[in-house]
């Protein structure tokens, strides 16, 4: 068995743009999540409007019109992205406003079918001028990767970590994700942060103290969508090419066992789970390829065409064993946790 590739594959996907990706969406979850205690079953609908609003308006191969009516494209990158993020407000206003008022459940309901809706529209017909259907939108990451200040790759133990490019978005979302938690820190220890943390644990006691529990909820799912937006933003320009069918509902529940893991309520959580997940996830795929290969492992328990489902099924199943015995996850506090109780 090759440890040492293995090792450095799953090292890759750990600290390089999945983990990177997953910590800074995870992040926005945490607010929501962890924070609030808003069940947002659709988060990855905030990266996918933060991914084509960035590659709509950076597309650099050529502009085209709107349904005849506006010219997108030729644009700027940094334009792109806080489009990307103006979009994500615009979909926490339009879930928000309709649910928050109700029960917990209606808004996970909501946000689930509404990323649902929102993937389905952009892969139809109807939506192909602007979207480009299921062909997605590509070329539009070149004037991100012209400011790539590094000229050579990333070895560890002799085998390729990283190449120019790589380094240079797995950088700058790494820094995002560190601005986004120190951001985190500050607010959730603000009294702003107090006190969406007693809506958590009884908003009907937050609202006979006077506050407005509607608008601190809707002040939490803008914000979380926004860090959200800004994840799809990085995915989008990680990858050079987008297209509907990369965000899929189980995207979002990825990002929940992430935040589950590193232990919701907390600002380490997201990135240490980040970081656990994937190595866990790219190291015990690498584990059963190389035992199927040399035949360690019989090709009839582990077929190798079903080797991504195992592994999920191995870490579905450490995560069942993570909610028994310790279900604030990592670093999370399970005082703080039973307070409802």
Known sequence: MDVVQVIVDALRSAIGVNGAVFALAAVGLNLHFGYTGLLNFGHVAFLMVGAYGTALVATDNSSFEVFGLVTVGSGSLFVGVVVGMGLA?????????????????????VTIAISEILRLLFRSGVAQPVTRGVFGVQKYSDGFYLNNPFDSGFSVLGRSLFSPNAIWVVLVTWLLVLVTSLFMWQLTRSPWGRVIRSIREDEDAARSLGKNVFSYKMQSLIVGGV????????RALSQQSINPDSFLPIFTFFVYAVLILGGPGTILGPIVGAIIFWFLIQGIEGVLREGVGHGWIPAW????????????????LGLMLLMAFRPQGIFGSREEMLLDA
């Not at 860090?227 to 990085?234: C, D, E, K, T, V």
């Open 89 to 109: 407000v615009l979909l926490a206003l339009m879930l928000g406003l309709p649910t928050l008022r109700l029960r917990a459940d209606y808004l996970a309901i």
């Open 227 to 234: 860090i959200g937006g800004l994840a799809g933003s990085m």
């Open 301 to 316: 328990l582990v077929p190798p065409e079903q080797i991504p489902a195992v592994r999920f099924a191995l870490v579905g």
